[in-house]
């Protein structure tokens, strides 16, 4: 079954809005997500690592202010697009690493369309 | 920083037949882990395969091994008797072991396409 799930899997929504993706680790306590951004035909891109009581590590080139992420629980971590502008519309994707630390599982994946 | 390499951004195999997807990587890390992932067109990342590499053994999986040598820093994956359902992005990662900033790092990627 489903490791990590991640919800919605589409959203639309209107320019200057803000969205809101979750992603749930299912069956252990997930200290550490990762969220990923997949621009088509394109590898996944790493935006940031999300520590569960502390603030996320962004990597490099990736707006802070623009993808909010918030990791309050063991089990939740959540991404939000603030202002959102058609050129953030993509596929964004979440990650955590298993249960024995020597595997990493991917949610169902989210599309965003910015309208 | 670790970088992977995959050069071959399509293959096309016919089913039924056998097909490697090549991979090679750079780290100066003595211990990690590589992977193989699968995404197929409804973009869900399935785990092929995993391979540790204090482990010399090649992983295999089903119609799924490697072929890893850790001295040329080369991690390919071999998929015999392919099936219509195997065309898809295949994705070669790399990882460092948990609690060294452990991510996955990706190569660009090479898309399969199985053929009748």
């Known amino acids: 079954g489903a490791v990590v799930s991640q919800h919605p899997s589409r959203v639309i929504c209107k320019s200057g809005t803000s969205v809101k993706i979750e992603c749930r680790s299912l069956d252990f306590q997930a200290t550490t997500m990762f969220w990923y951004r997949q621009f088509p035909k394109q590898s996944l891109m790493l935006m940031a690592t999300?520590?569960?009581?502390?603030?996320?590590?962004?990597e490099q080139g990736v707006e802070k202010d623009k993808f909010l992420i918030n990791h309050a629980s063991l089990t939740l971590s959540t991404l939000t697009v603030t202002s959102a502008h058609p050129e953030d519309s993509s596929f964004y994707i979440c990650s955590t690493i298993g249960r024995a630390g020597n595997t990493i599982y991917f949610g169902e994946g989210s599309w965003l369309t910015v309208v | 920083a670790q970088t992977v390499t995959q050069s071959q951004p399509e293959m096309s195999v016919q089913e039924a037949e056998t097909v490697t997807l090549s991979c090679t990587y750079d780290?100066?890390?003595?211990?990690?882990?590589l992977f193989w992932y699968k995404q197929p067109p409804s973009r869900q990342m399935i785990l092929v395969i995993r391979q540790e590499a204090y482990k010399q053994q090649n992983a295999t999986e089903n119609r799924f091994s490697v072929n890893f040598q850790k001295a040329a820093k080369s991690f390919s994956l071999k998929i015999s008797d392919s099936q219509l359902g195997d065309t898809a992005m295949y994705f070669c990662a790399f990882m460092r072991p948990t609690g060294t900033a452990s991510k996955l790092t990706f190569g660009t990627g090479t898309r399969l396409q199985v053929t009748l």
């Open positions: 999300s520590n569960e009581g502390s603030k996320a590590t962004y």
């Open positions: 780290t100066s890390e003595s211990n990690y882990y």
